[in-house]
């Protein structure tokens, strides 16, 4: 029996898996622009759409979020001996070590040299210094805390189906 491409569609747009990692994401984001809002650190409606669909960083992390409930729901739909479970373990592994390692390590770096790039620009020592991209990576608490959002959602997805 040959599925039509609407009814395909249809069935990608409700799948579990897909819809806990969209909520997943989109609630880790709606808590980082209310932390930030009830901190006073969003200024601009323009900030505020940014921080909502498109700034990394902060509490909780988007990324462990997402990771986790496809995680989550893969397990529960395939079970926790099976490739696709294996594989999106693998994933959430590499995506966290990034969170925590290579993106926040980066970040730091940036931002260190941005300050020296400032201080020299300041002396006279160097002119027209262009500031490097700051990327915000995260803390053990913040991917903690994505992750038990993502682990909760996927749950939900996978039990309410």
């Known amino acids: 029996m040959l599925i039509t491409l609407k009814e395909q569609l249809k069935l990608f747009l409700t799948n579990p898996t897909l819809l806990a990692g969209i909520v997943s994401w989109f609630c880790a984001q709606f808590i980082k622009t209310l932390i930030n809002i009830i901190g006073s650190k969003v200024h601009t409606p323009g900030e505020f759409v940014e921080l909502l669909f498109w700034r990394t960083g902060g509490m909780p992390s988007s990324h462990s979020a997402i990771v986790t409930s496809l995680c989550t729901t ?6 926790l001996n099976s490739d696709l479970f294996l594989v999106s373990f693998v994933f959430l ?3 966290i070590r990034d969170a925590l390692g ?8 940036a931002q260190k040299l941005n300050e020296l790039g400032k201080e020299l ?3 006279k020592v160097l ?3 262009k500031p490097l991209k700051e990327v915000n990576g995260h803390t053990p608490m913040q991917v903690i805390l994505g992750c038990l959002l993502g682990f909760l959602i996927g749950l939900a ?3 309410l189906k």
């Open 102 to 109: 290579v993106r926040r390590s980066s970040g730091i770096q």
């Open 93 to 95: 592994l590499v995506v």
């Open 127 to 129: 002119e027209n210094y």
């Open 157 to 159: 997805f996978s039990l």
């Open 74 to 79: 893969i397990a529960f739909k395939n079970g």
């Open 121 to 123: 620009e300041d002396t």
